[in-house]
């Protein structure tokens, strides 16, 4: 009997010691405003083990769509967080009106730029882009909805060759549709999907330099306003204290250095915001770049 | 939670909405969002096979006990079963169709895997937007030629179908739909499309449970089960009718693959074909015939495994309760093909698990049937309703989650009218109007873009 007395007290001093342990650390949640699943989602979690890793008391927030993430970071919970918000996604609230808005204070630091590719199926040669066209008098580009209207017509202009735009929901379904020869190429961000697929073929990226042999689009098409354009992701500030911004931005930029966040990036060639210089110019210009306003 | 779990969970919720008439799989896989929301695709899976199966033993037992079809599939257990029950074998019925069920799962498998090579390889060759869209095109249009009375009227109501799933922003073309018409500035929620799960509840639910509470008006039974025969009397009967089930088991795999009707005919059409047989052998029992109830029985299981066939390697749903499960599917962001479900090995462990649920419904159908007296003294319609409150303070429990519970609510009651009109139509064509659309419209974009683009 008083074995079970010392035990239930022995855990009750190790749950009390242990929530007070747990108060002291930081809170800084990462909130997910899309489904349970798929890349945000494993970002979010990557982002909030790592975090806690750093020390920090997080956890994801699921809020599903932009309305509900607006409806989220309104409410004072209690618990700051940051919002991992790509460009494309910034474009897409804006046209819905489900806006959130960036200031100074709210743009924390970039998380990556990632880059962009073209792919075509594995059986088909390849050999240069220019043979590639010749003959054609057009090209079906497989490429996610999200992407504005137009963004292949300069590439019509200046190669001769109609490039037609079909639009698949979601990155997965771009992959699928080139498989099944829905369509001659691919365009999408250059994930882990994209090099793991040995039925497809990737040859260009829109980094600036060739990456793990994959010639820079702008050889490709030097003068496509889109040939250095990637996916650029930042941390936006939800409910963040002031005095505590700048401790938080400088924590976000070494997360690219965690065990698990530095091997995710440079799986799949991403610049990681820390090599970025001023991140908020660069997310801006990649805005005007897609809206094509530039 | 723990893919056995699911299997638990599915055939004991399975058994539940086979003895309640008219609540039925597709109501019951809309019930279990809070269980499934977080459920890999693995776990969806074996939750619904176990659902879809294990009703089907329940389901006989209400059938031939109550007379109460819980499915159009249940017809030849309410005529054959009811009369042996009334006649004093109806514990033979009971048996007869639980030993089918599980034999038809089996013939049901190995079906399946004997097609299944063929199939995929058919779909690696042949399978892009131009053969999806013409699938998806019989799929949603064959159902307004297939059910109810009227095609006209079928056609409206998937028309509203349509019209439903197009309210909000469209992605794939990407298009708000009539901006000049739907008030989307006083309403800005309305934006971001109706909820799935309200819509379901008013335009589906409730009309199939005003339906099925008109089947109660008037009904009663006073005789009560009774089975004082041993196990190995009724494998022994069983054995009699062994060539009939084996018959319903062929049939089920074969007309398993008709859109939206498959288990309703191959369970029917087993039914109307062995009576054939037996009036022209002179063996049909016009008190209540065995031979075809089993039949029918076992159609009926052979097709559950069938007809997930085109989900599985497609992600094209082939019924309504299907439909749903794709609806849950989507909404948790995966992706189900051959790929995903064939190739990544995930098929396999799902036929274990179907052998398995099948064993296990039945060996808890066994022992649990004898206590089906008790439904007796259950007022079925506060059953009934019962559900369907449940049902409402779910959508407001899935509102608060997404922080829209004013919206939910309020899509719930304005859209009840519509579902109170469609108690005299068939809402499942509405059903899958409104799941499908999307994909529907998309695969168009697709094919138009490719040609004329």
């Not at chain 1, 007070?20 to 909130?31: G, N, Q, R, S």
């Not at chain 1, 500030?237 to 938080?248: C, M, Q």
């Not at chain 2, 089930?245 to 309703?264: D, N, T």
């Not at chain 2, 749903?324 to 995930?346: A, K, P, Q």
């Amino acid at each position: 009997m008083t074995t079970k007395i010392k035990a239930v007290a022995f855990s009750l001093m190790f749950s009390v010691l242990s929530t007070f342990a747990l108060a002291d650390k930081p809170i800084l949640d990462v909130t997910i405003p899309s489904s349970s699943s798929g890349n945000s989602w494993a970002e979010g979690n990557l982002l909030s083990d790592a975090l806690n890793r750093m020390g920090y008391d997080s956890k994801v927030v699921h809020t599903k769509k932009c309305v509900n993430n607006l409806n989220y970071m309104s409410k004072d919970t209690g618990r700051p967080a940051v919002f991992v918000r790509s460009a494309k996604r910034y474009i897409k609230d804006e046209s819905r009106d489900c806006k959130v808005e960036i200031t100074d204070k709210t743009f924390l630091t970039v998380f990556y730029k990632r880059h962009q590719t073209m792919c075509i199926r594995s059986d088909k040669p390849f050999t240069t882009i220019s043979n590639f066209l010749k003959g054609k008098s057009r090209v079906t580009v497989a490429s996610t909805h999200s992407l504005p209207d137009g963004i292949f017509n300069s590439l019509s202009q200046q190669t001769g060759v109609k490039f037609v735009r079909v639009s698949y929901k979601g990155s997965k379904n771009i992959i699928k549709g080139l498989i099944a020869g829905d369509t001659d190429l691919m365009y999408s961000g250059f994930t882990k999907r994209e090099i793991g697929t040995d039925t497809i073929n990737c040859f260009t990226t829109s980094a600036s330099k060739e990456v793990g042999g994959r010639v820079p689009m702008n050889k490709l098409f030097p003068n496509w306003h889109l040939n250095e354009t990637g996916s650029v992701k930042y941390f936006h500030a939800v409910n963040i204290p002031e005095d505590r911004l700048t401790k938080v931005k400088a924590d976000l930029a070494e997360l690219a250095n965690d065990i698990k966040i530095k091997p995710y990036l440079a799986k799949t060639f991403m610049t990681p915001g820390k090599d970025i210089a001023n991140g908020r110019k660069v997310f801006d210009s990649h805005v005007s770049i897609i809206l094509s306003t530039k | 939670m723990d893919d056995t779990l699911f299997v638990v969970l599915g055939t004991l919720l399975g058994f539940i909405s086979g003895i309640i008439p008219g609540v039925g799989n597709t109501i019951m896989i809309l019930a279990s969002y809070p269980l499934l929301k977080d459920a890999s695709l693995l776990q969806m899976l074996l939750y619904y096979l176990a659902i879809i199966s294990s009703s089907q033993f329940s389901g006989s037992v209400v059938a031939t006990i109550f007379g109460v079809p819980g499915e159009s599939s249940s017809l030849p257990a309410v005529i054959e079963g009811n009369r042996m029950f009334r006649g004093g074998t109806g514990n033979f019925a009971i048996s007869n169709a639980a030993l089918g069920s599980v034999l038809g799962a089996l013939v049901a498998v190995v079906a399946v895997y004997s097609v299944l090579p063929f199939a995929i390889e058919l779909i690696k060759k042949f399978y892009n937007n131009n053969i999806q869209l013409v699938i998806l095109v019989l799929a949603t249009t064959s159902i307004c030629f297939l059910m109810g009375k009227s095609i006209l009227q079928n056609i409206f109501v998937f028309a509203i179908g349509i019209f439903l799933g197009l309210i909000g922003t469209n992605y794939v073309p990407n298009f708000i739909f009539l901006p000049d018409i739907i008030p989307y500035q006083t309403f800005p929620l309305l934006l971001t499309d109706l909820p799935l799960f309200p819509v379901i509840i008013s335009l589906y639910v409730f009309p199939v449970l005003l339906q099925t509470n008109a089947m109660f008006t008037g009904f009663d039974t006073v005789k009560k089960y009774e089975d004082k025969n041993s196990f190995v009397d009724h494998c022994k009967e069983f054995y009699k009718n062994i060539a009939s089930s084996l018959r319903g088991s062929a049939f089920g795999c074969f007309i398993g693959l008709v859109p939206h009707i498959g288990s309703s005919v191959s369970s029917n059409l087993s039914y109307a074909i062995e009576k054939k047989f037996g009036i022209k052998w002179r063996q049909y029992n016009d008190k209540g015939d065995i031979k075809t109830l089993v039949a029918a029985e076992t159609a009926n299981n052979s097709t559950g495994l069938v007809s997930l066939l085109p989900l599985i390697l497609i992600g094209i749903p082939i019924s309504a309760s299907e439909a749903m499960l794709l609806g849950y599917i989507d909404i948790n962001n995966y992706t189900i093909n051959y790929e995903t479900t064939v190739e990544s090995g995930m098929f396999k462990t799902l036929v274990i698990w179907f052998i398995v649920i099948n064993v296990l419904s039945f060996l808890l159908a066994w022992p649990l049937v004898r206590y089906v007296n008790i439904l007796q003294k259950i007022n079925m319609k506060h059953m009934l309703w019962g559900t369907g409150l449940g049902l409402v303070a779910l959508t407001f429990y899935l509102g608060v989650k997404s922080y829209e519970e004013l919206y939910y609510m309020s899509v719930l009651i304005c859209l009840l009218p519509l579902g109170y009109w469609l108690r005299k139509a068939e809402p499942m064509i509405l059903m899958i109007a409104f799941i499908l659309q999307d994909k529907l419209f998309a695969s168009m974009h697709i094919f138009y873009q490719i040609h004329y683009g």
